[in-house]
């Protein structure tokens, strides 16, 4: 699976990706371009908060 966030206002969010309830990556950034090697049935899963000012989204 390859994960490419394109963000182009540069806004920082906070992501983890998972695979069968398990978190394989997390982290804060402003920019995502990542590839996951998987074996098996198990989907992934993604969360992304953004990040505006004293808040998320």
Excluded at 3 to 22: E, S
Excluded at 34 to 47: H, I, P
């Amino acid at each position: 699976m390859i994960l490419n966030v394109h963000n182009p206002a540069a806004i920082p969010f906070w992501y983890q990706v998972r695979k069968a309830k398990r978190t394989i990556a997390s982290g804060y950034t402003t920019q995502l371009n990542q590839a996951f090697a998987g074996k098996g049935n198990d989907g992934y899963s993604m969360q992304i908060t953004y990040l505006f000012g004293e808040g998320h989204r």
